[in-house]
């Protein structure tokens, strides 16, 4: 079975703070993918960034940047400069290749204060 | 181009009515997807198709649930019986292609009250 953890519940930073979401992740597969969405107040969720477990290599893109490390089995997310657009719920996805269903975690609620 | 749009938005309903909610994916995504997120959790899997084929079911769906997608277009999901536990928010997403590596376009949720 496959089980997502974010343990953070809710973060609250002033804008133009960096913000560091964490994701702890479980599966048996050996290949598979993570995303991270986010889910503003209207309630759609919104595809941001994708990561497969084979590719290792942090990367940035814009203000998100993404730390993957496949030996402590996280996928943290961080906002640089954050602004006030940037609060909803962020979550953390996973997915087995070939598979066909997102196990997601609990959320974290991010407020960007003025 | 639209993203996936769901109807109603809202729905209101007694418990031990039915109701049906529509999902309209991205034209052309042949893999659509119904998740149910209940208040300050994450969206959890209840079925899937390719095309007009349901291929997965979670134990979530129970009997008084059913989704069809008729012509590979379109999908419908109508739960029987409503009990008060079926208040949530069901989603639909739809992606393009075979694998998992495509990203899933969620639509913005039918919320469902049960009274």
């Known amino acids: 079975a496959q089980k997502v953890t974010q343990a953070q519940t809710e973060i609250s930073v002033v804008e133009k703070e960096d913000v560091t979401l964490d994701c702890v992740y479980e599966?048996?597969?050996?290949?598979?993918?993570l995303f991270w969405y986010k889910q503003p107040p209207s309630g759609e969720l919104v595809f941001l960034i994708r990561?497969?477990?084979?590719?290792?290599q942090n990367e940035i893109s814009g203000r998100y940047s993404w730390n993957f490390q496949k030996s402590t089995s996280s996928f943290n997310f961080t906002i640089t400069a954050s602004q006030v657009v940037d609060s909803a719920v962020y979550f953390c996805?996973?997915?087995?290749?070939?598979?066909?269903?997102?196990?997601f975690g609990g959320g974290t609620r991010v407020l960007v204060k003025p | 181009d639209t993203g996936v749009s769901q109807n109603p938005r809202h729905k209101i309903t007694k418990r031990g009515q039915n109701v049906t909610f529509r999902c309209d994916p991205i034209?052309?995504?042949?893999?659509l997807y119904w998740y149910r997120q209940t208040l300050g959790q994450g969206p959890e899997f209840l079925t899937y198709?390719?095309?007009?084929?349901?291929?997965?079911k979670s134990r979530l769906l129970s009997d008084r649930f059913s989704a069809e997608r008729p012509k590979g277009s379109f999908s419908t999901l109508e739960i029987q019986r409503t009990e008060q536990g079926d208040s949530a928010m069901y989603l639909c997403?739809?992606?393009?292609?075979?694998?998992?590596?495509?990203?899933?376009?969620f639509g913005p949720g039918t919320r469902l009250t049960v009274l």
């Open positions: 997403a739809s992606s393009l292609g075979d694998g998992s590596y495509n990203e899933q376009f």
């Open positions: 599966t048996r597969d050996t290949t598979y993918y």
């Open positions: 990561r497969n477990s084979f590719d290792e």
């Open positions: 996805a996973l997915i087995k290749a070939a598979g066909n269903k997102l196990t």
């Open positions: 034209s052309e995504h042949n893999r």
């Open positions: 198709f390719q095309n007009e084929a349901q291929l997965e």
